[in-house]
């Protein structure tokens, strides 16, 4: 055979092997969705009550009887668990600008508190990074692998990685803001006319986001002044915003449709999700 007979079959073995590869490695991803997924139907309660009444947020500081009054339905069933799809663009590097395009999936559980993250995120044509982010009873998960085989972070458990995908959980109820009510175990506090504090307990954690309010009631941004952020295999505690825009009218309720996530660094603001929801569907209490 010649030289290029010889190149054509190493490059066609390459690439079956390849296809392979990803066939395998997108096989073995669905399973582990899928038991992250059980997990958190495993403990999802019942919403109580099973309607909004107005009259539970008389009382809570100004701009946060705004937000409902602005975003929710008198009357209206209670969130109880919510599936969206995302596009959007990550940042790779933890100093400089590797932004790459992702799609996502992701599952919301409102009680017991919870949610499932499940992103790829392309690198180069055909190879991608595949990412679970969850907390599911009361414990964090991080895993990334490059087409769902081969791992470049694996973290579990409790301390500061359960507390920051708690964090996540309630920054995201924008999506399904029934989950701030008084009456789903969240404490506001006021801060000044356009924000206030508040405290989300699940378990032995306890969280408190600053959330910022516009003009129009609507909710611009959200803050957590100490949140974990993996650098170099340790974790260093830094400030953390979100932030909110393009609000839509969805099942009856204003949510936001894009955003933004950013670390507050000495250096300056170090923005690393940017991203859209292209589908939203809620589940609500019977």
Do not use: C
Not at 95 to 119: C, D, H, I, M, Y
Not at 153 to 159: I, K, P, T, V
Not at 226 to 255: C, I, K, L, N
């Amino acid at each position: 055979m010649t030289w290029l007979t010889w190149l054509f079959l190493i490059v066609a073995a390459l690439a079956l092997i390849f296809v392979g590869l990803n066939a395998v490695g997108a096989m073995r991803w669905t399973g582990a969705t899928q038991a992250i997924l059980a997990r958190l139907e495993a403990k999802r309660l019942p919403a109580s009550p099973a309607r909004y009444d107005p009259r539970e947020i008389e009382g809570l500081p100004a701009p946060v009887q705004r937000y409902f009054s602005t975003v929710l339905t008198p009357g209206q069933s209670i969130v109880t668990a919510a599936t969206l799809e995302h596009t959007g663009h990550f940042n790779l590097s933890p100093t400089g600008e590797q932004w790459k395009p992702f799609t996502s999936r992701q599952r919301v559980v409102v009680q017991r508190p919870g949610f499932l993250w499940n992103a790829r995120i392309a690198l180069a044509p055909g190879v991608s990074v595949r990412v679970h982010d969850s907390y599911a009873n009361g414990e964090g998960l991080l895993r990334a692998a490059v087409s769902g085989l081969f791992s470049v972070a694996d973290l579990r458990g409790g301390g500061e990685l359960a507390r920051g995908e708690l964090m996540r959980f309630f920054a995201e109820a924008a999506w399904y803001p029934t989950a701030l009510l008084p009456s789903q175990g969240v404490r506001w506090t006021a801060v000044d006319e356009h924000s206030a504090n508040a405290t989300l307990t699940d378990g032995a954690l306890s969280i408190t986001l600053l959330f910022r309010f516009d003009d129009a009631g609507l909710m611009a941004s959200v803050r957590a002044e100490a949140r974990g952020r993996m650098v170099g295999g340790e974790t260093r505690m830094a400030p953390w915003e979100g932030r909110w825009s393009h609000h839509q009218r969805v099942d009856g309720m204003t949510v936001p449709l894009t955003g933004e996530v950013a670390w507050l660094l000495p250096e300056g603001r170090k923005t690393y999700w940017r991203g859209t929801v292209t589908s939203l569907r809620h589940e609500w209490s019977a």
